[in-house]
């Protein structure tokens, strides 16, 4: 079956811009999970959303980030007046139930120049 | 707050030879731990899990993990590598009650002909 499918594999900004990250979740998986992998670093939790609501922010770095899951299946990570440090790879995952394993997509690789 | 320990960021093995790459992890309550395996340009792919029962736990292509609760750890096995066995390796936990899954900082395989 489909698994994790995130839009774009790539994405080139210039610092300041403003960008948009797609993650579609497995069909019926509830859990929706968003990481960030820098370069030689493990994924970085960033926020949880079961169903529509976002269960847990508390690893978005700071108020640029905004992640919305509307209809309780496709997420949208945002990402206002970006920086060089927020080059990286975004990850999104999914899950039926809490405590089951992560499946995860292959990632949006932004690189804010 | 929990937290996941590889000691070891890069391990280089002779091709079918054995290799431990090293998990500890901090937790106050019972937990759920896994590993996941990063192929070059690939995503991260789930290798083996411990949920409950036996503390052996083995993946399809050899690696095997044994949860200690007595020394907080998850160490990965496999008594002869691959080439094809080149990847970083991810360990990590998720706590009941804590709804996130918590990454350590990985441990990159490279096997030597």
């Known amino acids: 079956g489909a698994g994790v499918s995130q839009t774009p594999s790539n994405k080139v900004t210039e610092k300041g811009k403003y960008v948009e990250l797609r993650c579609d979740p497995i069909?019926?998986?509830?859990?929706l999970y968003w990481y960030r992998q820098s370069l030689g670093q493990g994924p970085e939790f960033l926020i949880y959303?079961?169903?529509?609501?976002?269960?847990?922010d508390s690893g978005l770095p700071n108020d640029r980030f905004f992640a919305v899951r509307p209809e309780g299946s496709v997420s949208t990570l945002k990402i206002q007046r970006t920086e060089r440090g927020d080059s990286a790879v975004y990850l999104c995952?999914?899950?039926?139930?809490?405590?089951?394993?992560?499946?995860f997509g292959n990632g949006t690789r932004l690189t804010v120049t | 707050a929990q937290s996941v320990t590889q000691l070891d960021s890069q391990v280089p093995v002779f091709e079918e030879a054995p290799v431990e790459l090293r998990c500890n992890y901090s937790?106050?309550?019972?937990?759920?731990l896994f590993w996941y395996v990063q192929y070059p340009n690939q995503g991260l792919q789930l290798l083996l899990k411990y949920l409950s029962g036996s503390t052996l736990v083995e993946s399809i292509n050899g690696f095997e993990a044994e949860f200690n609760k007595s020394q907080t750890s998850f160490h990965l096995r496999k008594p002869s590598v691959h080439i094809s066995d080149t990847a970083e390796y991810f360990c990590a936990v998720f706590s009941s009650g804590n709804e996130k899954l918590t990454f350590g900082t990985g441990t990159r395989l490279t096997i030597i002909p």
């Open positions: 995952a999914s899950s039926s139930t809490g405590g089951s394993p992560l499946h």
């Open positions: 937790s106050s309550v019972s937990v759920y």
């Open positions: 069909s019926g998986h509830t859990a």
């Open positions: 959303f079961q169903g529509t609501g976002a269960a847990d």
